[in-house]
């Protein structure tokens, strides 16, 4: 599965903003996954999924008509967030339990475990708790695994339970 990704690794993706919920779903399993922004154009998307050797996910079916598309481009007609994840699951794959939360949900840099003034910060009940605190070197945001995360990682399962390995790219 290393198409997208470099030296062979796992799959890089850059989702455009009609299918920003995926990207963060992609970002929570682990995936390197850009969200482009609404505003850019169609070309300087797939000239930034070719650049960065990035799967570019879409609903948009004019971008199957440039050049760079073909091996670049995975259009998926779907809709809503669960019916697109279990399209790209059955096209790529995908293990949706790849590196779960290991990167930011909000702005994709890994997360690292927390300098001491940020454990500090916490709520208390999660230094209680004595659960593991990361965070976004990037936009200093926390994380630590509270219920949310096992609501998460419960469907990131469920994902992983319909994986179907089966390689096809537009």
């Not at 050797?53 to 481009?73: I, M, N």
């Not at 790849?98 to 840099?109: D, E, G, I, S, Y």
Request: with cysteine; net charge positive.
């Amino acid at each position: 599965m290393g198409h997208g990704g470099r030296s062979g690794g796992p799959p890089r993706f850059l989702a455009d903003a009609m299918l920003a919920g995926l990207g963060r779903w992609l970002r929570a399993a682990g995936y390197d996954t850009v969200i482009a922004p609404g505003h850019h154009s169609d070309r300087a998307i797939l000239r930034r999924a070719v650049a960065e050797g990035r799967l570019l996910l879409t609903r948009d079916r004019k971008l199957l008509e440039h050049r760079e598309a073909p091996g670049r481009v995975i259009l998926l007609a779907c809709s809503g967030t669960e019916a697109c994840a279990r399209q790209l699951t059955a096209r790529l794959g995908l293990d949706w339990l790849h590196a779960p939360f290991t990167r930011c949900l909000v702005c994709n840099t890994p997360v690292e475990p927390a300098p001491e003034a940020v454990r500090a910060a916490v709520p208390p009940e999660v230094r209680v708790a004595g659960w593991p605190v990361r965070w976004c070197p990037r936009c200093r945001r926390p994380y630590w695994p509270g219920s949310h995360v096992r609501r998460m990682r419960a469907r990131l399962e469920r994902l992983a339970a319909g994986r179907k390995p089966v390689y096809q790219i537009d």
